[in-house]
Structure formats: structure tokens, C-alpha cells
């Protein structure tokens, strides 16, 4: 196919200017109709041209759109065969696991109805073996109330038989068999008293003396020796003689009067005080230590030198109130507290200082309450008092909380604090945040390592129980738990009890200690009856 020669516009039309110029106007026109056509054929030729490469372009468009959709639909097959097999797998293995899980359900259904088949017939077999005895019962019940009956009638008309041979009514009999057989009785029951016990003395010597040795043994610990004795210095050995004094009337004053044990053995120039009270132990060796400096020694003299004593001791325990509340700057409180608080530190709880206990929850709750922005002097006051009614747990009943409570309530202390002293162990709900400090608090202190020791709370209560025993007992003045609780101490008021009762009482106060504490190996429990009279000269 021959290439047209394609002629610009422009110069088609000079030329047919020209050729009408030159050639005349038909000559001119036959060339303008020619350079038209030849301009019609060009734009002919380009839009064939554009139409067969627009053609192209789509068949191209159609077999890449082709080719994409059927890898599309290729790459969908395959992940979908993939998620159909992840499922199955799936499927099958939650199968079998609701399988295993079924299996092992009907096992245990099968073993419960199993047991409760057998529950089932143990039942019935004691149901009919109670119904069998109660049948027996009620029937020998029958037999009883008939003989009762019998014995009753029996009884009535062997009463009104012999209140006509004797003349007496039955209530005049009793009081004159009564008002005979007092004096007979309590003399008889003491001699027998003595002579089992003597018995019992001659028989068990030998093993008494290795329990006593095994319980010494254990006693005689850590414990009891670091917190339950004191000791004082003697300048000499001579000394220890006129402690004793004639007779051993001195040591007896002074024993009696501070209810502590002294043990004057061969420790060279030293003499132990043992009591679990660290009161009573302070006033003693104050006394003494006051009576070996001034020498004279005697019953007068020990009286007013333990008077000296206590009252030192009094104001011991002010002091060491008074430190505290410096301490823990806590202002504003009754005296009467204060004193209280005093008195703690001779307390102590499963072996822990009751008053530096209570100062480490003052302190502890301050700071966690200035940390949570709660009012930090309120705090600090209510873990000072939280244990206020360990004070008065020797002289008043009830939980050292329902205590402290109750002398919170007495010295007009704030609500809170109360409800904070009343909640500390738990016996209420906190019903504000201080009162969860202070519980908090309490936990840290007793918590913290080496703070307590279980086995010496529960020594000091065994003493407090046996002293409690004993001052239960009408004609018992004062009781003292001495020598680690191996003996007791009872002063007798002579008035009430005579000689002979005070075997009876001796043999009643022990037989209630067996029956009531547990203790290793035996208790002395020795009765001082003591008659003095008084006078003066004026």
C-alpha cells in the first residue's frame, strides 16, 4: 500500500491562491477541491489508525483483567481451602476434647452415685438399728418410771414413818444432823486430806522429783529467765543472813508484802527476784536495794521502804506516760491516761513492751495518714490508746478492746478514736479511715521479726489464771504465782478461815487447778495464815 503524500494546509491553500492566480479560477478551484479531499482522507486515515490502536489497547485491558481475575479467584480458593481445613482441625479437636471431658464427667457421676448408694444403705441400716434401740429404750424407760414410781411411794411413807418415831419433821432433822455433823465433818475430811496426801507423798517421791526436774528444765528457758526475774547486788555474803533475818521473818515481810519470790541460793553476792508481774518486781528490788544501802533491816522498816517504792514506781509510771505522749506528740490528754499509759510499760504482750508497741503504732499510723492526706495528729493519738486496756486487764473482766473502750468513753476521748480503739482487732468494721491505720498499724508492730513470742504470753496468762483460782475463794486475802508457777502464794485472812478449813480450802484450790489449767509437773500451793495484833504507845 503506497504512503499518500500528505500536504500541510497551509500550503495547499497558497497553492491554490497561486493556481488562481497563474492558472486562471477554474484551474485554481480544481486545486482547492483537491487539497480537501486530500485533507478528508488524512483525518480518514488518523481516526482508522486511532480506532485499531484503541482496539488494541482494550483487547490488551481485557487479557491482563483476565488474567488478574483468574489468579484472584485462584489465591481465594486456595485460602479458602486453607480456612476450611484450620476449621475442621478446629472442629475435630474441640470434638474430642468435649469427648474426654464428657467421659471423665459420666466417671465421676458414676463414682458419686456409687458412694451415695452406699451412704444411701448406711443410713437405712442406722436408721433401723436407732429405731430398734429406741423401741428398747422407750420400753425400759417404761420399766424405770414405774420403779421411780415405786421407790417415790416407798420412800414417802418410810419418811412420814419415821417422822412419827422420831418426832421431828424432816426439815428439823436435816438442821439438827447438819448442825451436828459440821464440826465432825471438816475435822474428819482434813485428817483424811492429810493422810492421802501423805500417801500419795510416800508413793510418787521419786517421780515427782523427775517431773519437777523435767518441767525446771523446760521453764527454766530464755524466757524465763531474761523476763521474769531480776537481780539485785548484795555488797557481801553477810548480807544474804540479815535479808533472811530471824527466823526468816524478814524475807516472809518482804515476800508478802511485794508478792515476789527472792531466791537466795549460792550466786556469790547477788540475790534473784522472780515474779511474771514487772511491777511488782520493780517495787521489790527498789526496797531492797534501798534496804541493803541503809542497813537497817527489819519488819517496820521493810513496810515502809516498800511504801517508798511503790510510790517511786507510781511516779515512774507517770514519767514514762508522760515521755510517750512527748514522744509521739500527742497533747491534751487526762492525766488519769496518762498514767495508764505509764503503766504499760511494765506490760508486755507475747513478750513485745505493750507501751513502745503502742508508740510504733502512733508513729506508724501518723505517717501513712500524712501520706493520705488524713489528719495525722488523730491518728497518731488513736494508735497511742489503741492498747490503753491492757492497763486494767488484771483488775477488771473482758477483752483488753472492750476495756479500752470503755475508758476511752470515761476520759471524753473523741468518737473516732474510740471507734478506731474498738475496731483495731477486727471485733467491728472499720468504719473510717483512721480506724484502718490504726488496724494496719497494730499488724505492722506486732508483725515485724522477733516482736513476739507466743510461749511467753501464754506462761504469764497460766500464772494470771492459777492467781485468779485462788482469790476466787472466800477468806483469801491475796494470791501470788511465784517460783515460774511451780508454787502459789495465799495469805489467809485468819478471821474467816481457821486450821482445819484451811486443809479443806488447800485440797479445793487444787483439785479446780488440775481440772482447769494445764501445767507441767506438779504446783505447791502453800496457805500462810498469820494472826497480828497492833498497838501503840502514847
Known sequence: MKEETHLEPWLIIVLTVAAFLIGGGISGFIMFRRGIESRKKNAEAQFESAEKEAARIVSEAKEKAATAKKAALLEAKEESYKLRENAEKEIQKLRSDAERELKERRSELTKSERRLTQKEENLDRKTDKIERLEESLNARNENVKKKL??????????????????????????????????????????????????????????????????????????????????????????????????????????????????????????????????????????????????????????????????????????????????????NGLSPELVKLLGRLYFRTSYSQNVLIHSIEVAHLSGIMASELGVDAAMARRAGLLHDIGKALTHEIEGSHVAIGVEVCKKYKENAEIIHAVEAHHGDVECRSVIAALVQAADAVSAARPAARSENYESYIKRLQKLEEICTDYDGVEKSYAIQAGREIRILIKPEVVNDEKMIVLAREISQRIENEVEYPGQIKINLIRESRVVDYAK
Open 149 to 330: 414410781a415405786e421407790a417415790d411411794d416407798l420412800k414417802v411413807k418410810q419418811q412420814e414413818k419415821l417422822e412419827e418415831i422420831s418426832g421431828y419433821t424432816s426439815d428439823q432433822a436435816k438442821e439438827l444432823l447438819l448442825s451436828q455433823l459440821d464440826g465432825e465433818l471438816s475435822h474428819e475430811k482434813a485428817v483424811k486430806i492429810l493422810a492421802y496426801e501423805q500417801k500419795l507423798k510416800d508413793e510418787c517421791d521419786d517421780k515427782a522429783r523427775s517431773v519437777i526436774a523435767l518441767a525446771i528444765s523446760r521453764l527454766a528457758s530464755e524466757t524465763v529467765s531474761e523476763l521474769t526475774v531480776s537481780v539485785v547486788p548484795l555488797p557481801n555474803d553477810e548480807m544474804k543472813g540479815r535479808i533472811i533475818g530471824r527466823e526468816g521473818r524478814n524475807i516472809r515481810t518482804l515476800e508478802q508484802l511485794t508478792g515476789v519470790d527472792l531466791i537466795i541460793d549460792d550466786t556469790p553476792e547477788a540475790i534473784t527476784l522472780s515474779s511474771q508481774d514487772r511491777v511488782r518486781r520493780e517495787i521489790a528490788r527498789i526496797a531492797l536495794e534501798k534496804l541493803i544501802q541503809d542497813g537497817r533491816i527489819h519488819p517496820t522498816r521493810i513496810e515502809e521502804t516498800v511504801e517508798r517504792a511503790r510510790r517511786e514506781v507510781e511516779q515512774k509510771i507517770k514519767r514514762e506516760g508522760e515521755h510517750a505522749c512527748l514522744d509521739t506528740n500527742v
